[in-house]
Antibody, heavy 127, light 110 residues
Framework: QVHLVESGGGVVQPGRSLRLSCAAS????????MHWVRQAPGKGLEWVAL????????YYADSVKGRFTISRDNSKNTLYLQMNSLRAEDTAVYYC????????????????????WGQGTTVTVSS | EIVLTQSPGTLSLSPGETATLSCRAS???????LAWYQQKPGQAPRLLIY???SRAAGIPDRFSGSGSGTDFTLTISRLEPEDVAMYYC???????????FGQGTKLEIK
């Protein structure tokens, strides 16, 4: 069964750092790009970052560029989000999500969407 | 940057009726890059439709997507109480890759 489990959320003061983790199971992790998506309290969804299946490229929303770093360890089937210089507006539930497209055997099948989501981990930035 | 505008903000219908949710893009987009999600209260989002009209795995055929250019529609037929949720459209934009969500439509069942 395909499963994503986030961890690492908590309460942190403005300007501090936090690292989120997302443990994946039930699928070939290193064949898929992975995303972080967040949702502020009572608000809609905001895409945060994408890392390609092999970790060679990362992409970020303008709102987090230069402060957040997405990474992955394919040997551990784990995705990470390092969040530095946190601000009150970063307060949100953070979801990791699996990309719909697959890269395997040197070929990539591009489809655009996020077909598996974790349950989310809550980050609160407050003094 | 492409902006997605969803309408209506809230839709209130009765069981058995058909819901029509709209997503309008600020400029023409490829239908390959348009997806729809359902988020029930207290839950993570779930992919319903990708490529504007392809149902994701396990999604009932009561859910269908259509549209092209700037106007896309999610149709939910034979509404059930379990369909109460927020519905979001999403667009993928390349070079560099980024994803944009609409602000959502809240579906209520009377």
């Amino acid at each position: 069964q395909v499963h994503l489990v986030e961890s690492g959320g908590g309460v942190v003061q403005p300007g501090r750092s936090l690292r989120l983790s997302c443990a994946a199971s039930g699928f070939t992790f290193n064949n898929y790009g992975m995303h972080w998506v967040r949702q502020a309290p009572g608000k809609g969804l905001e895409w945060v970052a994408l890392i390609l299946y092999d970790g060679t490229n990362e992409y970020y929303a303008d709102s987090v560029k230069g402060r957040f770093t997405i990474s992955r360890d394919n040997s551990k089937n784990t995705l990470y989000l390092q969040m530095n210089s946190l601000r009150a507006e970063d307060t949100a539930v953070y979801y990791c999500a699996k990309d719909l497209g697959e890269c395997s055997g040197g070929r990539c099948y591009f489809m655009f969407g996020m077909d598996v989501w974790g349950q989310g981990t809550t980050v609160t930035v407050s003094s | 940057e492409i902006v997605l505008t969803q309408s209506p903000g809230t839709l209130s219908l009765s069981p058995g009726e058909t819901a029509t949710l709209s997503c309008r893009a600020s400029q023409s987009v490829s239908s390959n890059y348009l997806a729809w999600y359902q988020q029930k209260p207290g839950q993570a989002p779930r992919l319903l439709i990708y490529g504007a009209s392809s149902r994701a795995a396990g999604i009932p055929d009561r859910f269908s997507g259509s549209g092209s250019g700037t106007d896309f529609t999610l149709t939910i037929s034979r509404l059930e109480p379990e369909d109460v949720a927020m519905y979001y459209c999403q667009h993928y934009g390349g070079s560099p890759p980024m994803y944009t969500f609409g602000q959502g439509t809240k579906l209520e069942i009377k």
